[in-house]
Each structure stands twice: as C-alpha cells, then as structure tokens.
C-alpha cells in the first residue's frame, strides 16, 4: 500500500521561501513518476509538478514555472518542492503523489491515496 507523508510549509511572507519534503513508503519509488499537488478550499486540487523517476523530465503548472524546483532522493524515497517568491496565492495545502502527465500538459494524480498535506500559508 502506497503511503506518503508532507511535512514542512507554514506561514511564509509574500516574496520568501519554503522547502516541503515528501516521504514515500509501498512502492518502487525509484520507478516512479512522483508529483506535487495542492488544493485551496473551495477549488479541485491541481497538479503543479511532476519529475520522472530518474529526475531527468520534469514538468510544472504555468503558475509556478521559475519559482518552484521539485526534486528527489531515490536512496531515500524522499520528495521535495523548493518554493521561493512565494506568493498569496499560493497559499494551500501541498500534497504529495504518483503523478501522471497527460499531452495536454495536465498533472494528476496516477494512484494511490493522498496524504495528509502540509499547509503552506503566504501572508504578511
């Protein structure tokens, strides 16, 4: 059973930083396409990044191209997401998965349940 689990996030100021970690456990996570997602109340959860398995491909949401760096760990089935000028609007809760890219360029979720998320908050 896949299981994964986000930490970092918090209150961050308009135009800082944050780096969100991922752990990932019940799969070959080398092998694995993983993603980040996030979610504000209200609005469907979107895809914002999802990097191959041997971190050679790596695709982004328009929203957060530049800002955002996804990166990954094989020998310690980690994820992570470095997020700097941070903006208002991306405050919500980022969660971690299996991703899939579709041609259109749209990020989802390929299986697998969501994890908790860890909420990241830009504000001043």
């Known amino acids: 059973q896949v299981q994964v689990m986000e930490s970092g996030g918090g209150l961050v100021q308009p135009g800082g930083s944050t780096r969100l970690s991922c752990t990932a456990s019940g799969l070959n996570f080398a092998a694995m396409k993983m993603g980040w997602f996030r979610q504000v109340p209200g609005k469907e959860r979107e895809g914002i990044a999802c990097?191959?398995?041997?971190?050679?491909?790596?695709d982004y949401h328009d929203s957060v191209k530049d800002r955002f760096i996804i990166s990954r760990d094989n020998a310690k089935n980690t994820l992570d997401l470095q997020m700097n000028n941070l903006k208002p609007e991306d405050t919500a809760i980022y969660y971690c998965a299996v991703c899939h890219r579709f041609p259109t360029g749209k990020i989802a979720k390929a299986f697998g349940h969501w994890g908790q998320g860890t909420q990241v908050t830009v504000s001043s």
């Open positions: 990097i191959t398995g041997d971190g050679q491909t790596i």
